[in-house]
């Protein structure tokens, strides 16, 4: 199999998840323009990625995407319930969709460091140490911020219920 066999296969497993966790971060305008520039980005780059450890180099550029997204438009704004683009059924089945859509407006609610740890833990399923290497942060940040981050969803589903 050939590089570009290769990174064609591993775009085409993970174009969704990287999409999704752009989206986490910026919210749906921005998330598409971000994920083609990380995706050329790690096109170029392709051959120096460690194939062990693909999944958490991806997730760190697109994250490096994103960030620099939002220092290149600030000052960032808070999103309201009625500014977020609906967001269409993953696998076209309404439970999931319903509960998405719903996860994703208390995820607004939450500030971007614990909105990203939240969705690289429990949506993204990456281990602290892979979620440390990819905010760049010690092992002990990302346990407390992911604490923090749940007893806020806990409490935002407290008042959405």
Same mark, same amino acid.
């Given at each position: 199999?050939?590089?570009?066999?290769?990174? @064609?296969?591993?775009?085409?497993?993970?174009?969704?998840?990287?999409l999704h966790?752009?989206?986490?971060?910026?919210?749906?305008?921005?998330?598409?323009?971000?994920?083609?520039?990380?995706?050329?980005?790690?096109?170029?780059?392709?051959?120096?990625?460690?194939?062990?450890?693909?999944?958490?180099? +991806?997730?760190?550029?697109?994250?490096?995407?994103?960030?620099?997204? +939002?220092?290149?438009?600030?000052?960032?704004?808070t999103l309201?319930?009625?500014?977020?683009? !609906?967001? !269409?059924?993953?696998?076209?089945?309404?439970?999931?969709?319903?509960?998405?859509?719903?996860?994703?407006?208390? +995820?607004?609610? +939450?500030?971007?460091p614990l909105? @990203?740890?939240?969705?690289?833990?429990?949506?993204?399923?990456?281990?602290?140490?892979?979620?440390?290497?990819?905010?760049?942060? !010690?092992?002990?940040?990302?346990?407390?911020?992911?604490?923090?981050?749940?007893?806020?969803?806990?409490?935002?589903?407290? @008042?959405?219920?």
């Amino acid at each position: 199999m050939d590089s570009l066999t290769s990174f @064609e296969d591993f775009h085409r497993q993970r174009a969704k998840h990287a999409l999704h966790y752009a989206r986490a971060i910026l919210g749906s305008d921005a998330a598409e323009d971000v994920c083609q520039e990380a995706w050329f980005k790690a096109w170029r780059a392709w051959g120096s990625a460690d194939p062990a450890k693909l999944d958490p180099w +991806l997730i760190a550029i697109v994250r490096n995407c994103c960030f620099e997204r +939002l220092r290149a438009t600030r000052p960032v704004s808070t999103l309201d319930e009625q500014d977020l683009a !609906p967001i !269409p059924p993953p696998d076209d089945v309404v439970v999931a969709a319903l509960e998405l859509a719903a996860a994703w407006v208390l +995820l607004q609610r +939450l500030s971007p460091p614990l909105r @990203e740890v939240l969705w690289l833990r429990e949506v993204m399923d990456l281990s602290y140490d892979e979620i440390a290497q990819v905010q760049q942060v !010690p092992k002990g940040t990302v346990m407390s911020r992911l604490h923090t981050a749940r007893k806020k969803a806990v409490r935002l589903l407290g @008042e959405h219920n």
